[in-house]
């Protein structure tokens, strides 16, 4: 599994937020300078993060982006499945709906299952809060 740049660059962005802004909308222009992400790259992983219901937009003077919900309530885990289409290591996993041919005789099915709860564990146990915190030794907040 290979995190790609929107999933990454999503994570950036709300941490970002959350460090500028807690009441005002901040402009993608600011946001797009300070994490050095082109501006149409970044209205497109902005404008799925809006669709999921994480990010606010006001469109007009005084408009921009900021965050839906408080950086504690925004699990990490939620934020790279929406990026990604999914964190399972294998298509077998997936929300898809389709049941692999092979699941019945599938001899590392047990073994893709314990990696994938590990996974979801993991990025399910971080929120942006716990990313926006910079004391602890490396945790310099570079994604």
């Known amino acids: 599994m290979l995190i ?3 999933g990454r660059y999503a994570l950036r962005v709300l941490i970002d937020m959350a460090e500028h802004s807690k009441t005002e909308y901040i402009k993608l222009s600011d946001i797009a300078e300070r994490q050095e ?28 982006y900021k965050l839906a919900g408080a950086p504690e ?3 990490v885990g939620d934020v790279l499945r929406i990026m990604e289409g999914g964190l399972s290591p294998v298509a077998c996993l997936e929300d898809s709906g389709r049941i692999c041919p092979r699941i019945s005789g599938c001899r590392t099915l047990e073994f893709w299952r314990g990696l994938d709860r ?26």
């Open 4 to 6: 790609s740049t929107k």
């Open 118 to 143: 590990v996974i979801r564990q993991y990025t399910d146990g971080f929120t942006i809060a716990d990313l926006m915190r910079r004391d602890e030794t490396g945790n310099d907040y570079i994604i």
């Open 73 to 75: 309530d925004i699990v």
């Open 37 to 64: 992400i082109s501006g149409k790259y970044l209205e497109s992983i902005v404008k799925e993060l809006v669709r999921s219901n994480i990010v606010i937009g006001l469109r007009g003077k005084g408009g921009g």
